[in-house]
């Protein structure tokens, strides 16, 4: 079940790696303008990244400080983030059709659930990339004048590994606790998560939306006899402190 609720990062990561492949092929390598402006597209939320390193010499491209609002109505200022994500490529595959990405790794990413007004905020980001991607596949393909651009737009995809180390789950739930509890995950490993033959950015993203909100909503409801157990220790250590407090006091009225 956490897996599912990680793949939220990976999702966003398909679309990233679809514009920086849109990036590359460009003359001004402008990777950073793309993943902000499409991506913020995708989801109709702001996506913002502090900086990005495209190395063509070892097909590798590295972005700090992923960031992904929250839609509007929701407390928390982000949804998702990640202070490093490194894309490494096949050298060998840069130039055909068919880009294989042979790892992802994302350090310390950051989901947050957050449940208001019987909506919450991984959903919406979930029907705003859906209906992108599917705007995306009906769309009737226009071959840009730039036979560089046209590449990059037929260019598929092949995600060999993703590794995910040391993610962290915030949930906000009223129904379960009044402030926000953090939940550390164990370090994530997947496998070949799509077809041989390769897909494109929108096609697979749509794969994984369709069972990844399901199951992170379920992974939420299986944790929410630990969240409020950790909120009743909270709650007691509070007590606790409280008391003391209220004895040392009374011990000084004494005297």
Known sequence: M????????????IFIMGFTVYGIYQLDSLVKQ?????????????????????????????????????????T?????Q?????????????????????????TKPMIVYEYQNKKDNLSILQKNAEAYAQRIQKEAPVTPADPKVAKAQSTRLIIQSVEIQKPELVLQDTRLADKPVQIDLPDIRLKQIDSEKGVSAAELSAQLMESLFTESRRSISNHAPTVLFEAGEKLKEAESQIKSQGDKLLQELKS
């Open 34 to 74: 793309a993943i902000q402006t499409y991506g913020s597209e995708a989801v109709a939320s702001k996506v913002t990244v502090g900086d990005v390193n495209v190395n063509l010499k070892e097909a590798k491209v590295s972005i700090r400080d992923l960031q992904v609002a929250n839609p509007d109505g929701f």
């Open 76 to 80: 928390q200022a982000q949804a998702l």
């Open 2 to 13: 956490l897996k599912k609720i990680i793949l939220g990062f990976i999702i966003f990561l």
């Open 82 to 106: 990640a202070k490093q994500v490194e894309i490494l490529l096949d050298k060998d595959k840069l130039g055909t059709d068919l880009i294989v990405v042979r790892s992802v790794l994302v």
